[in-house]
């Protein structure tokens, strides 16, 4: 593997799909949208029960999976990415559910149902086709963001042209590592600023 192979590997590590729920609210949390005023505590609570749900209980699922001689643990094919987003997508509704039970502002309910829907779509397009997971991730944050700035009238510019530039950055990277073709890159993109801009602004 050469420089731009390990930084493109590096690169998709960062950005994983599974992390980007968490990045997501972690921006939320701290941004100038009214809803992050909520308590230290009630941070720390939200983010840990959204980091378990949407990260480390999938990851862990994942590493169950490993030790299936079947299951390919690089999912080249489409298809070996369908049990794992099954999986993960029930992670996520528990998360949806144990974030009912707090107090907090709905709008992190909505933007957890909105990823979850994105990982159906994912799962329902993986049996046929392979798409880009990593580009529906940070798409679909993009998507958030900026249903969230015209809903509350914010500029959010900043902030959007960072995450554009990482958007660029993560597609990048999965066309250096071939795990992808341009087609597949903009599909995921597309699908999940699609789903998420459009779930925030009308809901």
């Not at 930084?7 to 599974?18: D, E, G, V």
Request: net charge positive.
């Amino acid at each position: 593997m050469n420089i731009k192979q390990s930084i493109a590997q590096t690169c998709s590590i960062i950005f994983h799909p599974l992390l980007i729920p968490t990045y997501g609210f972690l921006l939320l949390m701290n941004s100038g949208f009214y809803f992050s005023m909520i308590t230290f505590d009630a941070k720390k609570l939200l983010l840990l029960i959204v980091f378990m749900s949407t990260f480390l209980m999938p990851l862990l699922s994942l590493g169950l999976l490993s030790f299936n001689k079947h299951f390919n643990m690089k999912m080249d094919k489409s298809t070996d990415r369908v049990i794992p987003l099954l999986f993960t997508a029930i992670y996520f509704y528990l998360g949806y559910f144990y974030l009912g039970r707090l107090q907090v502002y709905p709008i992190y309910r909505i933007f957890l149902l909105s990823t979850i829907l994105i990982i159906i779509l994912l799962l329902l397009i993986s049996m046929k086709w392979k798409i880009s997971n990593h580009m529906a991730g940070i798409g679909g944050l993009i998507g958030a963001i900026l249903a969230l700035s015209f809903r509350l009238g914010l500029n959010s510019s900043l902030l959007l042209t960072g995450l554009i530039a990482v958007a660029g950055a993560v597609g990048t990277s999965r066309l250096i590592l071939e795990k992808h073709t341009p087609v597949q890159i903009y599909a995921g993109f597309f699908l999940g600023f699609a789903v998420n801009y459009l779930v925030i602004i009308y809901l």
